[in-house]
Every structure is written in structure tokens, then in C-alpha cells.
């Protein structure tokens, strides 16, 4: 179903000129039909020069030579459309495709026309694996050596792309192509993302003509906050409305769009669904496909899986599987009721693979359906990074605890078990099922040093051009090589300048060489790896692995590098790091060990920042915000989704709302503040004409406090007044309601959020643009009367 209907559409066209591809005539030409030329070489500097008219003006049309145009520009003959899919956080043996328990039929499908990838890397994270796909360098020196909300000052950590690192969409635009960008963005600054910008980091930014998507991290599926362009999306009235379904919707449409406005120009388009990252949340029919299925447990998983890998051929017939961490409990260790609740959380996790699918399936039956399928070529990457094990070793049921340093125990989450997978928790199944999505590799998500973490699936398909149907690739390749190959098949060089920028060197390798050759020797014979300190170096069959903090470990101190141990595995031979070789290869291990450092010092790596919780924290790292050292905000304006980077920031201090209003004679109902949504976040609103503040507290506890008597009809002046108690962070306070100076209700807020609200909604007056701050409710939740003026004081 389409989310928003476009009631009028102005289209502009306007064709671009570039030096190189105008129309030739000779000298003595005069008017009359003019010929084209050849189309330029390989630019060395984009944008080309300006159009310019070459032939003799004279003083009227009649004594001049014929006119020429500046032509459409197009890219060189035969270059293929471009599919790009990027899942997000997806361990190797997760899908059925290469061996694991999620089905997934489409890609299947796609695999046996096409190439499985079975040695291809990421770098163990979100944003920066982002930076290295659209840019061809590694993530540090695209500025984006972690995710945005962990940015730091230094040059590998801004959270900006630097124009130095022009990205594929960029060169591809300005070559011809039609470029959009479906879904997931998480690589605009966390204080850029609001609805003014600025918009040099936006996808608009970066080389994409159209964007449809979210600006964050994650988002709830049922209740996300989307942008078109620049311009929020409203929120779906539809009841059986979720992101992945829309997202394919939107890719579909551009898609088609295009090809019937322009069928000769080629596209590139980008899709980056939220799946399978948390929450997760699925349609219940989806996740009912799974009941009773994952009760063997996540030790069990992984003897299956690795049994099905071998059978197809993704993992080479003497892999190992590698042990369970000593951390993580055997699942013959858990209670009935602790399994219960993990196998519950993995069909969950598994409805919500499978739909997405489905759903990128519709997106691929709709290129086959183009009449120039055949020349399209469709890169599929099963994971930004691997499983994730964020959920703790216990799962959770709100992912936002966490990175408030609160870890969930099974017995509060066994309370929502029936809820879990819908709207109103924002839920993660336990870092076991992390690990077993990660058959047969060792650990997850954000370990850089271990392949658990960035050896991800893949998948090529070029009808056209690939001749080995179903084949399987076993060269060493890094999500840094995807730019390289998109330019190679385009038949595009990157330019040494672009946009007046001279561009740091691209470190991918173009991985065209392999498309019909499996024999075909490793032309990467190295690659760094780091994210959070945890660290490898991979030369030449060889590779050395330095983890700094197991990830469900949300205090990280007490730790120095070069104390920290180093592993050393011969990869060749050893597909899973199983056999650590370090006692025996001392010299190898050391000469790696070095060149870590070497690289690190050249890639921008340096200096490392092992810290985790207190990175999320605006406050402590300093990071920039338009809100930054004001002390008060009066907004006059409807205003609604501005993101919590660009909001007042009421952690950890006391603070006063205070709301010009209008109520009607019934009463008034309807939101009037809110920050933050079923994660954590306050609200402050009227309901049945009595006045309510609030604090959800990481979704443990919510702190509510209702007015004693109605408030009073016509112009009012109402207050919501927080006194912090101080001693640290995260502390409680004294929440005072007013009505025309008359205190109307008092209560305790004990704990608050002290890190962070949510990774994807803000600040909204007027109503509740996202999800509710608590339950008593249900969104959009419109103020029923007039809102003149809201007041936010720091105190």
C-alpha cells in the first residue's frame, strides 16, 4: 500500500551540458541539422566543463553557423542498471541461501542465476560499512570509523563523509546515471538530520537524486519516522502498515518511474532496508510461520547449519565449527522458562527475515519484469556487519536500555513474551542467537577482529555478462571493492577531482575479475580492520585478531592494546579462525602486528577508543548540536520528528516547559511536548481534560504524574516543571504540573534516561509524530485545542 499519495507533480527537466559531448560541426557548417560526436573520454575532473558553442557567431542567426544543444548526458554504451541491496545486521549462516535456518526463497533464486560470495568482509558495523560501500575507502578515512552517535574529533571519527571521499553515486550521477536511495541512512551527522539540515550529508548530498528513507540507525517498524527528500513523511494511517513492505513499495515506483520517463537512461539504486536490525518486529502472520522451530536451541543451530553449509558448498568441506564462548550459556543450561522465551525471540527474528525476503524479492521480480533486465547488475549483501549481539545475554525488550548502560533480565522480559514482535517493544533476542547466526565463525557484531563479525553473504547476478549460473567465488574480498566493481561494469573511472575536491585514492578492488573465472587468483592481498579496538590485519592468507571487549559488555575499561592478545590464523586453510597458530608462527604474528600499525597510522585509525555507553553521550564527547549552549527554545510553530540531536537536551538537569494554550469547553485532549517514544523520553500532554507529565524511564518504568482537577477551559498557561535531584547521571527528580501558576499535580520520577532517548524519533508539540511515550494513548494524538507558543527553559 503506498504511504503517501502525490496529489500534483511539477516535472522540470533540464538538460545537462558537458564540454565533451556537444554536437560537432565543422568550421563552414551553416544552418542546418547538426551531428553527434562519440561521447567523451573518461573524465579526469568532474563535473565536466560548461557547454560551450564552438562554431562562428555572426550578427544574426542567418550569418552564424547552425546551433548546437548540450546533449542528455549518458554513460557509455551498454552500461547496466544497478541494484544494490545492503541488509542490515546479518550473521553468515543466517539464511537458508547459505545454509541457514531463515528461508529465503528470492534470494535463492537470485543465487542460482547469478555468484555466492563466501569470503567477502564488512566492517563489523553499521555506518562505517556504509561509508566504505558508497565510497571505496576504508570507513576511517571516510570519516566514519564508528557509527554517528559514537563521533569523536578526530579525522577517522567526525561521523561526516569528507567531500575528499566522493562517493559511487556521485560519479555515476554525473556520468549519465539516475540514482535513488531507498531506506536506511545512517551516515548523515546525528545534528544535521533535522528538517532545515544543512543537507550537504543527506543522500541529496552524496549523489543521490531521490531519497525515501530514514535517517537513523534503526527505526520502529510499525511507527517510523521517514523523509522524502528533505521533507518528513506523514505518519500511515494504515493499520497493517510496516517499513519493510513500504520501502520495497518506493523502490518499485522509482524504479518503474524512471524506466517509463527515460528507458534509455540507466539507474542506480541503492536499497537499505531496516531488516534485520532490532527491533524486532514483524506481522504476526509472518512470525506464527515459526512457531516451535528454533526450540533445539542456538547449540543444536549451529551443528544443523554447519552441516547444510557444507552440503552447499559455502564453507569448504574440513571447516570447523568454532566452540561457544565461555560467556554464553549452553542451551541445555536454561530453564524451561528462559527457553521458552529465547526460542519465542528467535521466531520473531526469523519472521522478520523472512518478509524481508519476500519484499526484496518483489523489488527483484520488478527488475526481471524491465526490458532490459538482462543488463542489470544486482549486488546483494546479506549484512552490513554480522548477527547482532546487543540484546545481552538476556535479550531485551527495549534494544535503547542498553546504551543507557541497563542491561534486562529474562524474568521482566518472560512478563511481555506474548507482545514481543509488535509495536510497542522494541525488542533483540539474546547475543546466543547472535553467535548461532553466525555459524560457523566466531562472535558477532562489532568484532572486527573475527569474521563472526564481518564475513557476510553475498550475492552478484549480471544476466549479460556472468556465464557461470549458481556459482561460488572464494576470493578474499572487502565491502571497500563494491564501488570499483559498480565503476568497472559501468564503464566509469572515478575521477581524481570531483565537485573542485581532489579525491583521496580508492582502496577497493574491482571484483569484475572473478565474474567468470572461480579460479581466478586473490587480487586483494591485504586488509585492516578495527572498530571500537577490536582489530585484524589480513595479508596473503594470513590473518591477525585482537578483540578488545566481548560485545554484550556495556562497561569497557580497563584495558590497554598493547597488552591485549593477539590471535593468528592461516585463513587458506582455515575458513572459520578455528586453530589459533600464534605459539607457533611468532615472527608471522609479529610482522602483522606491525603492519596493524602501520596501516592504522595511515587509514586515520589512530587513536583508539575502546569506550562504549559514555560514547553515546552528546554531553561528554561535546559533539555539535543546534541546540548546543542555549538555554532556552520557544517555538511558535507547529513542529514535529526533530531529531533529539537537534532538541533541547533535558538530561541530567532540571528544566521547565511551559505551553501558551487554548482549551475547548469539552476539555481538551491530545499531546503538547513530547521527547522520545516507547523507548524512553518524556510526554506531556492532556487526556479526558487533565494534565499529564511524564517519564518513561528505558521503558522499565514509567513515571506519571496526573493534574488533581481539570484544567481550565479557554486561554491557560500550563507548566511541566522537572527538579533534578544532581549526583551523576541518570538520577531522579520532582515533576510539578501548573495551570495558570496554580500547581495542579506533583510526583517522583526516580531514575531517568541519562544517555539516550531513541535512535530514531524526537522532539514533537502538538502531537506524537512516533511512538508513544507511554500507553495511555494512542498516536498521532493531535492537540484537540490551540497551541500558541511552547517554552523550554535549562535550568
Not at 562472535?443 to 564475513?455: D, E, I, L, P, Y
Not at 548540536?625 to 532538541?647: D, H, I, N, Q
Request: negative net charge.
Amino acid at each position: 500500500m503506498e504511504r503517501v499519495r502525490i496529489r500534483g507533480t511539477i516535472l522540470i527537466v533540464i538538460l545537462l551540458a558537458c564540454a565533451g559531448g556537444a554536437l560537432a560541426q565543422s568550421p563552414d557548417t551553416k544552418a542546418g541539422a547538426a551531428t553527434t560526436v562519440p561521447p567523451p573520454p573518461p573524465a579526469e575532473s568532474l563535473p565536466r566543463p560548461d557547454f560551450h558553442f564552438k562554431g562562428q557567431v555572426g550578427r544574426t542567426y542567418q550569418d552564424s553557423d547552425p546551433p548546437t544543444f548540450p546533449q542528455v548526458l549518458r554513460p557509455p554504451k551498454g552500461a547496466p542498471n544497478v541494484l544494490l541491496i545492503l541488509l542490515d545486521d546479518v550473521g553468515f549462516g543466517q539464511f537458508s541461501v547459505f545454509g541457514g535456518g531463515v528461508p529465503s526463497p528470492n534470494m535463492e533464486k537470485l543465487a542460482a542465476q547469478g555468484l555466492r560470495y563466501t569470503r567477502f568482509h564488512t566492517t563489523a558495523l553499521c555506518s562505517p560499512s556504509r561509508a566504505a560501500l558508497l565510497t571505496g575507502r576504508d570507513h576511517h578515512m571516510a570519516g566514519t570509523g564508528v557509527i554517528t552517535e559514537l563521533a569523536t574529533g578526530y579525522d577517522g571519527y567526525t561521523g561526516i563523509i569528507p567531500k575528499s571521499a566522493g562517493t559511487v553515486a556521485e560519479i555515476l550521477k554525473q556520468n549519465g546515471y539516475a540514482t535513488a536511495w531507498i531506506g536506511k541512512n545512517h551516515n548523515t551527522p546525528a545534528w544535521e538530520t533535522s528538517e532545515v539540515g544543512p543537507f550537504d550529508h543527506w543522500p541529496s548530498g552524496l549523489g543521490f537524486d531521490y531519497f525515501y528513507g530514514f535517517n537513523s540507525g534503526d527505526t520502529s517498524q510499525f511507527e517510523p519516522v521517514l523523509f522524502e527528500n528533505h521533507n518528513r513523511v506523514s505518519r500511515s494511517t494504515d493499520p497493517q502498515y510496516h517499513v519493510s513492505h513500504d520501502l520495497a513499495d518506493h523502490a518499485i515506483a522509482w524504479m518503474r518511474r524512471e524506466k517509463e520517463i527515460d528507458p534509455a537512461r540507466p539507474f542506480f539504486l541503492y536499497v537499505a532496508p531496516s531488516a534485520t536490525h532490532s527491533p524486532h518486529m514483524a506481522p504476526k502472520e509472518w512470525i506464527d510461520k515459526f512457531k516451535g522451530q528454533f526450540d533445539m536451541g542456538w547449540d543444536r543451530y549451529r551443528d544443523i547449519t554447519m552441516e547444510r553449509q557444507k552440503k552447499l558448498g559455502v564453507v569448504p568441506p574440513d571447516t570447523k565449527l568454532t566452540p561457544r564462548p565461555p560467556s554464553l550459556p549452553a542451551w541445555n543450561s536454561l530453564n524451561a522458562d528462559q527457553k521458552r522465551l529465547y526460542a519465542r525471540m528467535m521466531e520473531i527474528f526469523a519472521g522478520f527475515g523472512a518478509q524481508i525476503d519476500y519484499e526484496m524479492g518483489r523489488v527483484l521480480d520488478a527488475v526481471a519484469a524491465l526490458p532490459d533486465a538482462d543488463n542489470t547488475l544486482v549486488i546483494y549483501i546479506m549484512g552490513d556487519n554480522g548477527a547482532s549481539a546487543e540484546g545481552g545475554l538476556d535479550g531485551a525488550t527495549n534494544e535503547v536500555a542498553g546504551f543507557n548502560g541497563v542491561l534486562e533480565n529474562w524474568q521482566s522480559n518472560l512478563k511481555h513474551i506474548d507482545e514481543l514482535g509488535g509495536p510497542k517493544y522494541y525488542n533483540h533476542f539474546p547475543a546466543g542467537w547472535a553467535w548461532a547466526m553466525d555459524t560457523p565463525l566466531q562472535w558477532t557484531k562489532q568484532v572486527a577482529s573475527h569474521f563472526g563479525g564481518t564475513r557476510n553473504p553475498l550475492i552478484i547476478s549480471w544476466p549479460t555478462k556472468i556465464t557461470d549460473k549458481g556459482g561460488v567465488r572464494t576470493q578474499f574480498h572487502h565491502i571497500i571493492d563494491v564501488m570499483p566493481t559498480i565503476l568497472e561494469a559501468a564503464g566509469v573511472r572515478a575521477p581524481e577531482t570531483l565537485n573542485g575536491i581532489p579525491q583521496k585514492p580508492i582502496e577497493g578492488i574491482s571484483m569484475v575479475y572473478t565474474f567468470n573465472d572461480a579460479k581466478a587468483a586473490d587480487r586483494r592481498k591485504s586488509q585492516i580492520f578495527e572498530l571500537v579496538s577490536n582489530r585484524g590485519m589480513y595479508q596473503d592468507g594470513w590473518m591477525a585478531s585482537s578483540m578488545s571487549f566481548i560485545p554484550w559488555a556495556a562497561t569497557r575499561t580497563a584495558y590497554d592494546p598493547d597488552k591485549a592478545k593477539w590471535e593468528l590464523y592461516h585463513i587458506d586453510k582455515d575458513f572459520s579462525q578455528a586453530d589459533d597458530l600464534a605459539a607457533q608462527n611468532p615472527d608471522q604474528l609479529k610482522a602483522l602486528v606491525d603492519l596493524w600499525w602501520a596501516e592504522a597510522a595511515r587509514h586515520d585509525i589512530l587513536p583508539l577508543d575502546w569506550r562504549a555507553v559514555e560514547r553515546m553521550s552528546d554531553q561528554i564527547t561535546g559533539r555539535p548540536s543546534v541546540a548546543a549552549g542555549r538555554k532556552t527554545f520557544v517555538y511558535e510553530t507547529p513542529l514535529v520528528a526533530l531529531p533529539e540531536a537537534s532538541a533541547p537536551d533535558l538530561k541530567n538537569k532540571s528544566f521547565t516547559i511551559t505551553a501558551e494554550v487554548e482549551i475547548h469547553a469539552d476539555g481538551g485532549d491530545g499531546m503538547i511536548f513530547t521527547q522520545g517514544g516507547i523507548t524512553a523520553g518524556w510526554g506531556f500532554y492532556l487526556q479526558k481534560g487533565k494534565l499529564v507529565g511524564l517519564h518513561n524511564y528505558i521503558g522499565l518504568e514509567r513515571y506519571r504524574v496526573v493534574s488533581t482537577e481539570n484544567v481550565p477551559t479557554g486561554k491557560a498557561t500550563l507548566v511541566f516543571d522537572f527538579k533534578y535531584d544532581g549526583g551523576g547521571m541518570g538520577k531522579g527528580g520532582t515533576i510539578t504540573l501548573l495551570a495558570n501558576g496554580k500547581k495542579i499535580g506533583e510526583g517522583r520520577a526516580e531514575k531517568t534516561a541519562g544517555i539516550k532517548y531513541s535512535l530514531y524519533e524526537g522532539q514533537d508539540i502538538g502531537e506524537d509524530s512516533g511512538s508513544p511515550v507511554d500507553f495511555t494513548y494512542t498516536p498521532p494524538f493531535p492537540f484537540t485545542g490551540q497551541i500558541h507558543k511552547v517554552t523550554v527553559e535549562l535550568k
